[in-house]
Nanobody, 123 residues
Framework: QVQLVESGGGLAQPGGSLGLSCKSG????????MGWYRQAPGNQRELVAT???????NYADSVKGRFTIARDNAEDTVYLRMNILNVEDTGVYYC?????????????????WGPGTQVTVSS
């Protein structure tokens, strides 16, 4: 059973920063693209950022220049650094793992999700 456990959510003021971590277990971490998704109340879950096993990153336009995704393959952990937060960043943030198939590009999230961590941006 794949395990993904997020941590680091909480409350921040507009313009502030937060950092998230996702520790994985029971997967060959360096064979997965890792991602962060978020869901605000009443909205669909949306992509925030992804990072491949090789370190290539992809960001939603709304977070480019403000958020940074990184991974530590030795620690089986993916991180999300969020700067210049605004109220629209509020939501539950989910860690995701997608198995990489060499030579094949698979769009969308992978099969494995963490339980999520709440991020609230409010003054």
């Amino acid at each position: 059973q794949v395990q993904l456990v997020e941590s680091g959510g909480g409350l921040a003021q507009p313009g502030g920063s937060l950092g998230l971590s996702c520790k994985s277990g029971r997967i060959t971490f360096n064979r997965y693209t890792m991602g962060w998704y978020r869901q605000a109340p009443g909205n669909q879950r949306e992509l925030v950022a992804t990072i491949t096993s090789a370190g290539s990153t992809n960001y939603a336009d709304s977070v480019k220049g403000r958020f940074t995704i990184a991974r530590d393959n030795a620690e089986d952990t993916v991180y999300l650094r969020m700067n210049i937060l605004n109220v629209e960043d509020t939501g539950v943030y989910y860690c995701n793992a997608k198995w990489e198939v060499p030579g094949i590009v698979v769009t969308g999230p992978g099969a494995y999700w963490g339980p999520g961590t709440q991020v609230t941006v409010s003054s």
